[in-house]
């Protein structure tokens, strides 16, 4: 398996991943609202191939905490006849890893609290930072990064997109 950067010519691969993982197409249509914002980063949109097939993607877009650049993770999706064989966990790693090289402060997002937690996220209420909604409880998460230093604390915001969910 390979892990690296979207290519344009992966968007019709991403958009039929997110369709099958999420069984719906909001998730698609948001990742094609994100890529024609201006929260989109394209070193952060991440894909998985195996066999010269595209089988998973990650994305991390501009967020901020109190009015300070963060970044927001989703959607993730991966092909469902191709789960629970290690390319989620490929992704979030590489995806991890690509935003702390960029030096982000810290990764957010709402996800499985039994999922997230092995790729060091822990519950954003622990590091300070608010959900929009306070029903997120421990889903809601973060994963503080090398240049993260604490003063990243308030109501957390993802990029316009994600309020059109
Ligand atoms: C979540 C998802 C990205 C994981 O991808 P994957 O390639 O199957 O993940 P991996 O093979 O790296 O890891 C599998 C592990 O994730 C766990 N896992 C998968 N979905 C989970 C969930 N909804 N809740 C808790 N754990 C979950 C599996 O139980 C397995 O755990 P184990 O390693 O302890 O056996 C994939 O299942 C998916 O696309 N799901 C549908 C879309 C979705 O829910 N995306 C995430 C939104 S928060």
Same mark, same amino acid.
């Given at each position: 398996?390979? !892990?690296?950067?979207?290519?344009?010519?992966?968007?019709?691969? =991403?958009?039929?991943?997110?369709?099958?993982?999420?069984?719906?197409?909001?998730?698609?249509?948001?990742?094609?609202?994100?890529?024609?914002?201006?929260?989109?980063?394209?070193?952060?949109?991440?894909?998985?191939?195996?066999?010269?097939?595209?089988?998973?993607?990650?994305?991390? =877009?501009?967020?901020?905490?109190?009015?300070?650049?963060?970044?927001?993770?989703? @959607?993730?999706? !991966?092909?469902?006849?191709?789960?629970?064989?290690? !390319?989620?966990?490929?992704?979030?790693?590489?995806?991890?890893?690509?935003?702390?090289?960029?030096?982000?402060? !810290?990764?957010?997002?709402?996800?499985?609290?039994?999922?997230?937690?092995?790729?060091?996220?822990? @519950?954003?209420?622990?590091?300070?930072?608010? @959900?929009?909604?306070?029903?997120?409880?421990?889903?809601?998460?973060?994963?503080?990064?090398?240049?993260?230093?604490?003063?990243?604390?308030?109501?957390?915001?993802?990029?316009? @997109?994600?309020?059109?969910?």
């Amino acid at each position: 398996m390979l !892990v690296r950067r979207e290519e344009a010519a992966d968007v019709p691969a =991403t958009d039929a991943i997110h369709v099958a993982a999420f069984g719906r197409d909001a998730e698609k249509d948001l990742v094609a609202a994100l890529r024609a914002s201006s929260a989109w980063l394209p070193r952060l949109s991440l894909v998985a191939e195996d066999g010269g097939r595209v089988v998973g993607h990650v994305v991390c =877009t501009r967020a901020h905490v109190a009015g300070r650049p963060a970044l927001g993770l989703g @959607p993730l999706g !991966v092909l469902p006849a191709r789960q629970k064989r290690g !390319v989620g966990s490929a992704l979030m790693h590489a995806v991890v890893a690509a935003a702390d090289a960029l030096d982000e402060p !810290v990764v957010v997002l709402l996800g499985h609290s039994d999922y997230y937690p092995r790729f060091g996220f822990r @519950p954003a209420a622990s590091l300070g930072i608010e @959900p929009p909604d306070p029903l997120w409880g421990n889903h809601f998460q973060a994963r503080p990064l090398s240049t993260y230093d604490g003063s990243a604390r308030g109501p957390f915001a993802y990029a316009q @997109p994600f309020n059109e969910l």
